[in-house]
């Protein structure tokens, strides 16, 4: 097996860099899809809340990448720092309404109404059935968008995908967190 470049994504404390926007993906890179509320079997929960529960980010999840210019492939991730980060200036720069489609179209109709940092493993995203680990950034979007709805009803789009700038520094992986990775990779593609 090929050994692939490890980027550690990382933003700054004064808001330049950091998620801009948040993309209703029919395949999240973070490879963990959002409940729909109207799917959820919850007692005080109907379809008409519109409600899309998932991960934005995963902290320390790989995720491949391949460089536009030299069609290198890669691995980026976040740090749980910059997990928590990214969830806090996200709400800090006031850009819960900003969505789009397949990171190609912006659409209106969309808003994240609930955001939090998975602190332990009693959390609301247990309880949504959702099994990321702690330090994950989930969010609640409210689909008020028929057109929308509709995409997430047809199985079009099942999770977010975040957009932003970031710097990228070169990861100095231990040999123990080499070893994790593979069989990480390996799980995964045995699955």
Same mark, same amino acid.
């Given at each position: ?61 790989? @995720?491949?990448?391949?460089?536009? *210019?030299?069609?290198?492939?890669? &691995?980026?991730?976040? +740090? =749980? ?48 059935? @959702?099994?990321?680990?702690?330090? *994950?950034?989930?969010?609640?979007? &409210?689909?008020?968008? +028929? =057109? ?44």
């Amino acid at each position: 097996m090929e050994k692939k470049k490890v980027m550690k994504c990382v933003i700054d404390d004064d808001m330049r860099l950091g998620v801009q926007a948040i993309s209703l993906v029919e395949f999240p890179a973070i490879e963990t899809n959002w409940v729909a509320l109207s799917e959820v079997k919850l007692r005080a929960v109907n379809k008409e809340r519109r409600m899309l529960y998932g991960p934005a980010l995963i902290p320390n999840k790989y @995720i491949l990448r391949i460089d536009k *210019t030299t069609g290198e492939e890669f &691995y980026i991730y976040f +740090d =749980e720092e910059t997990v928590y980060k990214c969830a806090h200036q996200f709400m800090l720069k006031n850009l819960h309404h900003n969505h789009t489609l397949e990171h190609e179209m912006a659409v209106t109709g969309c808003t994240v109404v609930e955001t939090w940092y998975k602190e332990s493993d009693q959390d609301k995203s247990v309880h949504l059935g @959702i099994d990321v680990p702690v330090g *994950t950034w989930m969010v609640g979007t &409210y689909v008020q968008s +028929d =057109e929308i709805w509709e995409e997430v009803e047809l199985g079009k789009v099942k999770g977010f995908s975040i957009e932003g700038i970031f710097d990228h520094m070169v990861a100095e992986l231990s040999s123990s967190s080499e070893d994790l990775f593979v069989e990480a990779l390996m799980a995964a593609l045995s699955e």
